[in-house]
């Protein structure tokens, strides 16, 4: 997988980020995500906490490339155990809600950086 180009988003060591997995890319004119079947460390590294999991409920028009419509993103939580930096390859897999269904498969890079000192 080393090889593959992922998306990737960062965040400071300690911390706990809320992340927005835009996929309506995938998604078939009408159609929704329907469920997520699963958010999972896809690289084999120990130390990932993933938690509340859910199909965003708000759209969010700030990102100024695209919209997100409500239905079109998996959301949820990231934070580790770990005290250096780390990147993690995230597998997220969801349902949507057309005739028939399709499974969408997404991966992504996180990575937990140092933070920055402040002088």
Same mark, same amino acid.
């Given at each position: ?34 469920? !997520? ?66 499974? !969408? ?15």
């Amino acid at each position: 997988m080393s090889d593959q180009y992922y998306p990737s988003a960062s965040s400071n060591i300690g911390s706990s980020q809320i992340v927005t997995l835009y996929l309506g890319d995938y998604l078939n004119s009408g159609e929704l995500i329907d469920s !997520i079947s699963s958010v999972t460390e896809a690289s084999g590294k120990s130390g990932l906490s993933i938690s509340n999991i859910q199909v965003n409920t708000v759209a969010d028009y700030s990102n100024s490339d695209f919209d997100i419509e409500v239905g079109q993103a998996a959301q949820f939580q990231l934070s580790t155990s770990s005290s250096v930096p780390i990147t993690y390859l995230v597998k997220v897999v969801c349902v949507t809600d057309g005739t028939p269904a399709q499974t !969408i498969v997404e991966y992504f890079y996180y990575t937990f950086i140092e933070p920055c000192e402040v002088e």
